[in-house]
């Protein structure tokens, strides 16, 4: 398996992917959105023999300047559980910090994301849309763990 950036031919079968994975059409909508709007700062592909496994996508946050967030990960059902998606989560995370990300948010179950150096308490200090004790923050630029202030998303997360 390699980890490679998307392609625009991937379009259709990442979408296909995304919906399977969580047996609903919103986060293949979200991803095909942050496109549409412009919004996307990384996709990612896990392949295996010239067959897609896994996706995972980091929009530009518009609150903090410099900072993304990382939204969906999707691995085909028959592969999940394998590691397929730590390794995107990793990759992608040392991809952020090449492209000079400020730090990642998150929102999903802390005791996963945690694993990866997600953390709530750098968080703490940040008014979000989203369900606070959900709401991670992988910092990357000093000073990005303490930061204040109010996490604004793209228009195509849906945020209140």
Request: aromatic content about 8%.
């Amino acid at each position: 398996m390699h980890l490679r950036e998307v392609r625009p031919a991937d379009h259709m079968f990442i979408s296909i992917l995304v919906a399977t994975a969580f047996e609903r059409p919103d986060e293949a909508r979200l991803v095909e959105t942050l496109r549409r709007d412009g919004d996307m700062a990384l996709e990612l592909v896990a392949e295996e023999e010239g067959t897609i496994l896994g996706h995972i996508a980091f929009a530009r946050m518009v609150l903090p300047a410099g900072w993304w967030a990382m939204a969906p990960v999707s691995v085909i059902q028959s592969r999940q559980g394998q590691g397929i998606g730590s390794e995107m989560i990793r990759e992608g995370l040392d991809l952020c910090r090449q492209h000079h990300a400020q730090a990642v948010v998150v929102l999903g179950a802390p005791e996963y994301y945690g694993r990866f150096g997600f953390t709530r308490a750098a968080a703490h200090h940040l008014t979000t849309p989203f369900a606070p004790e959900f709401t991670q923050v992988y910092p990357i630029a000093p000073g990005s763990g303490l930061h204040s202030g109010r996490l604004l998303y793209p228009e195509a997360f849906g945020a209140p």
